[in-house]
């Protein structure tokens, strides 16, 4: 898209659309996930913290388990949504197929044994359910917020 394009967010005289609006502030709540769960005392336990693997010890809030890659994950998934937030599209997108990852995590996470290998994001039930409402939230969002909004309003 160019810069004089009307669904580009940086336009003059642009509007964020209510999906980009909510794109933006899922972007900005994965950010700041990912930055407090580098923060001791807001992470419990945070000198157990690993890198990856069902071993890390951490807890965010003191209730998600989490590791450095998991709030990386978080980090570069708030990232995303900052970037396709600029576009109506974009923002409809990340909703959406955000929220199918997000599903996918939750049932990745009902499925594996959490002290096993395959649990090398980690995640614990805490997170597990976590993962369903946002997903099922963002998909919600996404197709909610981007319905055809040419109907005859009711008076």
Do not use: C
Not at 84 to 107: D, E, H, K, M, P
């Amino acid at each position: 898209m160019t810069a004089s394009s009307p669904n580009y967010a940086h336009a003059p005289g642009h509007v964020y659309t209510n999906a980009q609006k909510a794109a933006l502030a899922a972007g900005v709540v994965f950010l700041v996930v990912g930055i407090l769960g580098f923060i001791p005392g807001i992470t419990a336990n945070y000198v157990a913290i690993s890198f990856a693997g069902h071993e890390s010890d951490a807890l965010l809030l003191g209730v998600f388990q989490v590791s450095i890659l998991h709030n990386i994950v978080h980090l570069l998934f708030g990232v995303v949504g900052l970037v396709l937030a600029r576009s109506a599209t974009g923002a409809r997108n990340f909703l959406i197929w955000g929220g199918v990852v997000y599903l996918v995590l939750w049932l990745y996470g009902l499925l594996i044994g959490h002290d096993s290998v395959a649990n090398f994001v980690p995640v614990n039930t805490a997170d597990n359910w976590l993962h369903f409402v946002l997903g099922a939230g963002m998909i919600a969002l996404g197709l909610l917020l981007t319905r055809n909004r040419g109907e005859v309003p009711h008076t």
